[in-house]
């Protein structure tokens, strides 16, 4: 049982090792600048995050799972990004990304109840309605902060 446990691991280990090296190629390929989300301190930390030689060290002590396969993938992918294309990659603060609208954005509107709950964000200055995700990843990509 824990061979079989150990297997299935080292077998996610290197299934995610596999998608951070193409996710990276592709996009280093693809963009001749790359704009990233920074991740808040708290998540990552050393535990979590990140180390090319020793990925995923300490990552149990995380509290939730998902969370930190989440924010080690993401660190991981973030510094091989940047050391196949060193200064083609930014790291942009998201901290008013989900606030910020990326349509009137222009004006430096940056709206508390935008909003309406996880999933939509509605502008009430234009009026422009999107996935809550997909206006903060314009926002980045834009590299507003
Ligand atoms: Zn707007």
């Known amino acids: 049982m824990r061979g079989q446990i150990a297997r299935l691991k080292a077998r996610q280990v290197d299934r995610h090792k596999d998608w951070v090296e193409k996710t990276s190629t592709a996009l280093a390929r693809r963009y001749d600048l790359i704009r990233v989300e920074a991740l808040p301190i708290g998540t990552m930390t050393r535990s979590a995050c990140c180390t090319v030689e020793e990925p995923g060290r300490k990552v149990r002590q995380k509290a939730g799972l998902n969370r930190s396969i989440l924010a080690h993938g993401w ?67 834009l590299g507003h902060q």
């Not at 660190?75 to 200064?87: S, T, Y």
């Not at 109840?113 to 422009?128: I, M, W, Y």
């Open 75 to 141: 660190g991981l992918l973030v510094v091989r990004l940047e050391q196949k294309v060193p200064g083609r990659v930014e790291r942009i603060n998201p901290a008013w990304t989900s606030q910020t609208c990326n349509t009137c954005n222009i004006c430096g509107i940056r709206d508390g109840e935008v909003r309406e709950n996880q999933a939509v964000f509605r502008c009430r200055a234009c009026g422009q309605q999107a996935n809550a995700d997909v206006n903060a990843a314009r926002n980045i990509a």
